[in-house]
Every structure is written in C-alpha cells, then in structure tokens.
C-alpha cells in the first residue's frame, strides 16, 4: 500500500507539469517565427556564406553570442526546425517550472503537490509574450533556453544529494557554458555561483569543485563579452542610433535610469505579475514575522505598488504621483533641483529594500535565506546592468523577463517555508 501510494503521488506530481505544458504550447503558438531580427540577421545568412564564415563574422563586429546565434541561423532554415524549437521551447518552460519546483522543495517541507502547481503557475505567468517584440526565435534562444542551461547548469547544486556522474557533471558545465553566453545570465551565475562557492568553502559543504569550476566558466565568459570587439562596434553604432548623449552620462546617471526604468515596470506600472507576488510574500510576512514592524514591513511592496502603480493605472481620477520618467531618467538637470523629483525614486528605493527584507523575514536566518535574497538581488542586477547599455530603453520589455524567473523561483521558494515555520511556533508554544 505504501508503495502504491508514493507511485500514485509521482504520478499527480506529474500533471501540474503537463498540464503548464499543453498550456504553454498553446500559448506559443501564437508566437510567429520570422519576425523583426528573425529575418533580418538570421533566416538568409547562410546566403552570404558559410555558418562558421557567419560566426567569424558577427563576432567580429556585432555580438559575443557566438553559441547561440548559429543555433538560431539552422532553426530558421525551414518549417523542421521552427518545429523544433517551439518543442524545445516548452521543454524549457517546463524545466525551468520543474527546476523551481526542486529548489522549493528543498528550501522547506509544504505539500509538493501545492509546489509543483505553484512553480508551474509562476513560470507560466512569466510575461513570455515579449518575446515577440524583436524576433521571437532569436530572444527565445536568449531568455528561454540560454535560461534553462543556467538552471541545468545549477542542478548538482541543488540536487546535492544526487551522485552525479561525471558525464553529467560534465554536460551541466557544458551548459554553463552555453548559458553564460548571454550577458545577463553570465552576470547573475557568476554573482549566484560565485557567492555559492565563497558559502561552500567557508562551510566546507556542497560541490565546492564543481561550483569553483563554474564561476570560472563565467568569468572567462564575461571577460570574452567585455573584449568581444563586435561588442564594442555595436556599441559605437548603438550609441548613434538609440541615445546620442549616451557617452555625456556618469555611472550614477547610467545606474539611476536603469534603477528608475525597473522600479518603474515592477511598481509604477501595477503589473498584475508584481502584485501576486508582493501579494503573496506580504500575506507570509505578516505570518511568519514577529512584532508588528517586522509585519509592516512585508506590506510595504505592496502598498506601494497598490497606490503608486495599480489604482492610479486603472483610476484616472484616484490621486497620484507627478511625476516623468524621461530617456535620461526622472533626476535630470532640469529637476535636480525640485524635491518632488526625488519622491517616487525614493519610494522605489524603499520599496525594494522592503522586497528584500520581506524575503528574509519569511525566509528565517538560515542558508536558505542567501540563496532566495541572491536571486533577488541578481534577479534585479540582470536589468540594472543595462544601465550600461545604450539600448537601456531600445531593448524594450524582454530585458526584463530573466528578472521575472529569479522573482517567480523565489516567491514559490517562500511558498514553501510558510509550514514549516507555521510547525515551529506550534512547537514553542506547546513546550
């Protein structure tokens, strides 16, 4: 009976995942191939050469994404391969849902049934759909699959239990690799495996080697995007194109409009995304904390995406923040002196420290913690780091969405401590 029992658990952990599945294809099939960049850099290049004369090339004066571009140049070469990759797409939603789910589960002991739907909804709810806005296969090949080779690539991290082979171990590094080959990605695993290797040494616990070798795989990896001299041309290009006086700007101008552009999409906007989550950790922290500041504290994201972003949005005549989010950010030189300019930068500023702070609250003080405030933190780095892009505001909405999966991974990761913790004032009470 009790064999029959696990097997029937297995099996009803295995429908959320189909069920995001057939959810997902459906979803992406709406998604047209050949579109925007699709066409324009990728269907014909092999018109103009050879695959390795196109990587030469592009390498040579455009991007660093030297993996995953020819990818993309073969799956658009016919209706096969767009087939292929709208099933590797959904695989990679799938995965990444189920990579979620992994980590959930070891973070605390609440019903796997419940994670599994869980990190199934949030990966679902992701905002997928920008992906259309510049070539849906190529961004897809950027912020899907670049995204499940990190989390293939973290695997014997968090399955550390698991006795990987050394094939497999090699296959993930192998994906570190692939997946580092994105900028943004390469920052946060190398912010997120660099700090997991610092922890495992200090701790003398974990795949020490494993996380060491990986954090070299992204160093070298950012180093080759930063010399990359196709990087550096475009730039150049970028500069002309998008934003002109994007050379006039200090590294706090830089850092102050990309803080400002994604404060601006998380609060300002009232995405009903951001306002399930600041829902659900508000909902946790006013359980799990103690004493009423520590209580506040966990609704203050909330509150202020609820009369900063949500209500002025869908209640023209509710009052609300003046406020100009310009090209140059919302501190230029023409409000630099007007107070009022400073107010919603501050509020978003306190917003995202009480983020931060709701996350520790549920999440206790214990190693968990780190890894849920990490992916915080380098979730939100992933579009901070486009300050120092001149597309700050030309790469539109997908620069946002690796962002949504580290928040996504760590709202269900707090879904998970709440019995847990719940358990454990029972226990004192009762002694």
């Not at 099939?29 to 592009?58: C, M, N």
Request: proline content about 4%; aromatic content about 14%.
């Amino acid at each position: 009976m009790k064999k029959e029992s696990i097997f029937q658990n297995r099996i009803l952990l295995f429908v959320p995942f189909l069920l995001l599945a057939i959810a997902y294809a459906w979803k992406q099939a709406s998604f047209p191939a050949y579109t925007g960049d699709d066409v324009a850099f990728f269907a014909y290049a092999l018109d103009d050469g050879s695959l390795w004369e196109f990587i030469v090339r592009r390498f040579q004066t455009w991007t660093s994404r030297v993996l995953w571009e020819p990818i993309t140049v073969l799956i658009l070469q016919g209706p096969i391969g767009v087939f292929l990759w709208r099933v590797g797409s959904v695989l990679c939603v799938v995965f990444l849902a189920w990579f979620t789910f992994q980590m959930a589960s070891r973070a605390g002991k609440a019903n796997r049934l419940l994670l599994a739907s869980a990190s199934c909804v949030a990966v679902y709810y992701v905002p997928w759909s920008v992906l259309q806005q510049t070539g849906t296969v190529c961004s897809s090949m950027l912020y899907q699959w670049a995204a499940a080779a990190c989390a293939l690539a973290a695997l014997p991290l968090v399955l550390e239990k698991y006795s990987f082979g050394r094939w497999e171990l090699a296959i993930c590094a192998l994906a570190c690799v692939w997946g580092a080959n994105m900028e943004q990605l390469c920052v946060l695993m190398l912010f997120l495996l660099g700090g997991y290797t610092l922890y495992a040494a200090k701790m003398r616990c974990g795949k020490l080697w494993y996380a060491a070798v990986c954090t070299g795989l992204c160093a070298i990896e950012l180093a080759v995007h930063l010399f990359c001299p196709g990087n550096s041309a475009r730039a150049a290009k970028e500069v002309w194109t998008w934003f002109g006086d994007y050379g006039m700007l200090s590294i706090p101008q830089k850092l102050e409009i990309a803080f400002s552009g994604t404060m601006y999409w998380t609060v300002g906007l009232g995405e009903v995304f951001w306002g399930c989550v600041y829902l659900l950790l508000a909902v946790l922290c006013m359980k799990n904390g103690r004493g009423f500041l520590l209580k506040a504290v966990g609704l203050g994201p909330l509150v202020i995406w609820l009369f900063t972003g949500f209500i002025p949005r869908h209640i023209p005549s509710f009052p609300h923040l003046s406020f100009l989010l310009t090209t140059w950010g919302i501190i230029t030189i023409e409000t630099v002196r007007n107070l009022m300019a400073y107010v919603p930068f501050l509020l978003w500023a306190a917003a995202f420290a009480m983020l931060v702070c709701t996350v520790y609250i549920i999440m206790g003080h214990m190693p968990r913690a780190l890894l849920a405030i990490g992916l915080v933190l380098g979730g939100f780095g992933t579009r901070l780091m486009m300050g120092f892009s001149p597309t700050v505001w030309a790469s539109e909405d997908r620069t946002f969405l690796i962002m949504h999966i580290c928040m996504a991974m760590v709202a269900v990761m707090c879904l998970a401590v709440w019995p847990v913790k719940q358990k454990m004032k029972q226990t004192q009470k009762m002694q």
